[in-house]
């Protein structure tokens, strides 16, 4: 069974940083693309991020693009997020998901990748 908890979350000043976790079980991590997933009250899934099983590939939706960062440690079994410079509108919860094979997906098959039960991040003055 696909296991994913995410951690990090927090309350920040825009223009502060957080760094969100994620601790994979339950499948063969170096094997598969994993990503991040936002969502904010009222609104639907937003692709945050992905990331290639060997972490070749990165890809970055454009409203953190220059940034947040990606990274993995297969060895851990452990997804990163650094989120840097956030603004409000990165408020959302974050989530981690499973992505169905090693090559990224982007946004395409969002709505059916495991994902984890999120972490909040909150960006208020």
């Known amino acids: 069974e696909v296991q994913l908890v995410e951690s990090g979350g927090g309350l920040v000043q825009p223009g502060e940083s957080l760094r969100l976790s994620c601790a994979a079980s339950?499948?063969?991590?170096?094997?598969?693309?994993m990503a991040w997933v936002r969502q904010a009250p009222g609104k639907g899934p937003e692709w945050v991020s992905d990331?290639?099983?060997?972490?070749?590939?990165?890809n970055y939706a454009d409203s953190v693009k220059g940034r947040f960062t990606i990274s993995r440690d297969n060895a851990k079994s452990t997804l990163y997020l650094q989120l840097n410079s956030l603004k409000t509108e990165d408020t959302a919860m974050y989530y981690c998901?499973?992505?169905?094979?090693?090559?990224?997906?982007?946004?395409?098959?969002?709505?059916?990748?495991?994902r984890g039960q999120g972490t909040q991040v909150t960006v208020s003055s």
């Open positions: 998901a499973k992505q169905p094979g090693f090559a990224t997906s982007g946004r395409w098959g969002l709505s059916s990748w495991p």
């Open positions: 339950g499948f063969t991590f170096r094997s598969y693309a």
């Open positions: 990331i290639s099983g060997s972490a070749t590939y990165t």
